[in-house]
């Protein structure tokens, strides 16, 4: 069985300050993959990133940064210099590479708010 | 190009009602998926069909769910009899590739969600 957890329901910042979110998971998977989503209000969930087991490196986008660690399970989020617009849900999510299909479990999410 | 569509946005029922929501993947993809989003939670996954086929229902709560996607497009989520404990947002991905074994890992582009509240 897949878990993916997320342990900080709400974060509350200030715009400019940088914020990470934690993601934890558990698979007896030796493959797998990892997401990050994004959920404004709107509604739907939009893509993030997308990293494999395979590959440790720590990834930068812009603001956004990642932090992969096999050895303690955890794909970790960090925002650089918050702004407002930042504010959503942020959604951790696991797809094994065993199974059916490319399902994903999801964590419960962080409701990130950035106020100015 | 557009993204995924789901309607309606919005859906009243009362108990015992049946319902029926739509999804308009990205035109071309092969694969869709439907998630249940109980509030405050992630999403569920409820089932998978590439193309028309229906090859993973593992996640359907109940026999009261049922799902389709008879022309490999556009499904339908179909739930009879609701019950209060249905009330959720009923989200709807797509993906370009059918993720078998050797396409694992692809994006899943998601609409925005059918809220149903059942009273």
């Known amino acids: 069985a897949q878990k993916v957890t997320q342990a900080q329901t709400e974060i509350s910042v200030v715009e400019k300050e940088d914020v990470t979110l934690d993601c934890v998971y558990e698979?007896?998977?030796?493959?797998?993959?990892l997401f990050w989503y994004k959920q404004p209000p709107s509604g739907e969930l939009v893509f993030l990133i997308r990293?494999?087991?395979?590959?440790?490196q720590n990834e930068i986008s812009g603001r956004y940064s990642w932090n992969f660690q096999k050895s303690t399970s955890s794909f970790n989020f960090t925002i650089t210099a918050s702004q407002v617009v930042d504010s959503a849900v942020y959604f951790c999510?696991?797809?094994?590479?065993?199974?059916?299909?490319?399902?994903?479990?999801f964590g419960t999410g962080t409701r990130l708010q950035v106020t100015l | 190009g557009a993204g995924v569509s789901q309607s309606p946005r919005y859906k009243v029922a009362k108990r015992g009602q049946d319902v029926a929501l739509r999804c308009d993947p990205i035109?071309?993809?092969?694969?869709l998926f439907w998630y249940q989003q109980a509030l405050g939670q992630g999403p569920e996954f409820l089932t998978y069909?590439?193309?028309?086929?229906?090859?993973?229902k593992s996640g359907l709560p109940s026999d009261r769910f049922f799902a389709e996607r008879p022309e490999g497009s556009v499904s339908t989520l179909k739930i009879q009899r609701t019950q209060q404990e249905d009330s959720a947002v009923y989200l709807c991905?797509?993906?370009?590739?059918?993720?078998?074994?050797?396409?694992?890992?692809?994006?899943?582009?998601f609409g925005a969600g059918t809220r149903l509240s059942v009273l």
């Open positions: 991905a797509s993906s370009p590739d059918p993720g078998t074994h050797k396409t694992r890992g692809n994006i899943q582009y």
């Open positions: 698979t007896r998977d030796t493959t797998y993959y």
């Open positions: 990293r494999n087991s395979f590959d440790e």
């Open positions: 999510a696991l797809e094994p590479l065993t199974g059916t299909a490319s399902k994903l479990t």
């Open positions: 035109s071309g993809h092969v694969s």
């Open positions: 069909f590439q193309n028309e086929a229906q090859l993973d």
